[in-house]
């Protein structure tokens, strides 16, 4: 007897989970909730489930018989859909409501952070709009401004004085523009460096590490430009040392679940710190309590191992009894987006040549439906072109060459994804 799986989101890392639960020989049958144009193939999209909908979310795991729902966006997490699959005996990858606020609250995961010695930028949490003005007033100098709680990545500013401080205090917490999510501001010390990703699966107690990865946020080459949800990305940094990659596994990931036991809020699923690489040694820059996007896109197309019976182990506390292995290869993942991302764009356009990409290179698909038989986009981030290489040389140059196979109206992408993937660090560590 196969397995029943329900998969929660509708990105281009829900098309990748998809497409490696699909090939598990221990699969009965795939549901993504609501899924996309690139998961129509792999399973079943259920189109009008919405993965916040925690009730309905239950009502439909219970109908279809699932064995497992693997919850991939942060939203339904910090709802709570896991602790209400719970109760109803259905087993769920991912964490707790309680377990994701080290996503869904920046203070708490601050708190967390000293309570375990990890090390992360100096902080203070503020309710109180005033306060948090007189405390940036008294910097005087560079601070970061974060919104406490989920603001789909718009709830910081990286501010190089106060006057920018201040600004953003008052968008947060007088003028409301994240909601509830910015009734609470963290105002931290600024930090410089180069930023990882760091992935791991856990059960709660065993800690099995991904490799590590690195997203390209600003939508122009040269790291020009907005901010977006990642135009690109690359796996392995060629400039994270052992010593480095080391201590974030054990003095960050580790520790950090270790913590989370101790405080009765034992946390399952994956685990991804976000790093930054200072001169005085790694430190978070936040946590999150879910596969990044657009990181899972170059990350499972390296995992040897079956990744269902993964999930799975997460899920019901048995992880130290199941294999994760990795190919040891280089992976580079081109974001194609609609004319005017992050601004206004426009959907609709028809998508050309995704069949005439090599037999080994995915795309994963972010914005984009079939209709009448035809993929047009539907997004802003539309497509994700991943290929692997023996280096990163190699997997960049199939990456961009098997790019060029794909167009649609206004159709553009970073050309330097994973060019300085081997860059040493600017300072000695
Ligand atoms: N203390 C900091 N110093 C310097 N840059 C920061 C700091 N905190 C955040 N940033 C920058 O802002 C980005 C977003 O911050 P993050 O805490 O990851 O929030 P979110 O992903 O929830 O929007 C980071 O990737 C980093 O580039
Ligand atoms: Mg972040």
């Not at 060029?404 to 330097?416: L, N, P, V």
């Amino acid at each position: 007897m196969g397995m029943n799986v329900l998969l929660l989101g509708s990105g281009g890392r829900e098309h990748a989970i998809a497409w490696r639960v699909s090939q598990s020989p221990l699969l009965s049958k795939l549901w993504i909730a609501p899924g996309n144009a690139g998961t129509l193939d792999l399973g079943e999209n259920v189109t009008d489930l919405k993965p916040t909908d925690v009730e309905s979310v239950r009502r439909f795991a219970e109908e279809i018989r699932a064995d497992l729902v693997v919850v991939a966006p942060e939203d339904p997490l910090a709802a709570g859909v896991v602790d209400a699959l719970a109760a109803a005996g259905i087993p769920a990858f991912g964490p707790t409501q309680a377990a994701a606020e080290i996503e869904s609250s920046k203070s708490f995961a601050k708190d967390l952070m000293a309570q375990a010695g990890i090390a992360t930028s100096a902080s203070r949490a503020f309710e109180d709009a005033d306060a948090a003005t007189e405390y940036v007033r008294s910097l005087g100098g560079p601070c970061v401004v974060k919104a406490d709680g989920l603001a789909t990545g718009k709830g910081v500013t990286v501010c190089d004085d106060a006057d920018q401080a201040v600004a953003a205090i008052d968008a947060a917490m007088r003028e409301g523009v994240f909601g509830a999510s910015g009734a609470r501001v963290v105002i931290e010390e600024r930090m410089y460096g180069r930023e990882t990703s760091a992935h791991a699966f856990t059960d709660g107690v065993t800690v099995r590490h991904m490799p590590f990865s690195c997203d390209h946020k600003p939508v122009f080459d040269d790291d020009q430009g907005p901010n977006t949800g990642g135009m690109g990305v690359y796996s392995p940094p060629g400039w994270l040392s052992d010593a480095d990659a080391e201590a974030i596994r054990i003095g960050v990931t580790e520790r950090a679940v270790a913590q989370m036991a101790a405080q009765g809020r034992p946390y399952r699923g994956v685990l991804y710190p976000g790093m930054m690489l200072t001169a005085d040694g790694p430190k978070v820059v936040e946590f999150n309590c879910r596969f990044g996007d657009p990181e899972t896109e170059v990350l499972l197309p390296k995992l040897r191992s079956d990744l269902l019976p993964i999930l799975e182990a997460c899920a019901k506390g048995t992880l130290a009894s199941v294999d994760v292995e990795w190919d040891d290869v280089a992976t580079v993942g081109v974001m194609m987006a609609s004319g005017g991302y992050p601004a206004k764009y426009e959907t609709g356009k028809p998508i050309e040549g995704v069949g005439d990409v090599d037999d080994d290179v995915q795309v994963f698909i972010a914005g984009a439906q079939r209709r009448d038989g035809r993929l047009v986009t539907a997004g802003g981030r539309v497509l994700c072109v991943v290929a692997r290489g023996a280096t990163m040389e190699d997997a960049r140059a199939r990456a961009y060459d098997n790019v060029r196979r794909i167009s649609f109206e206004g159709a553009h992408y970073r050309t330097d994804i994973g060019a300085k993937a081997s860059l040493p660090l600017e300072f000695a560590r």
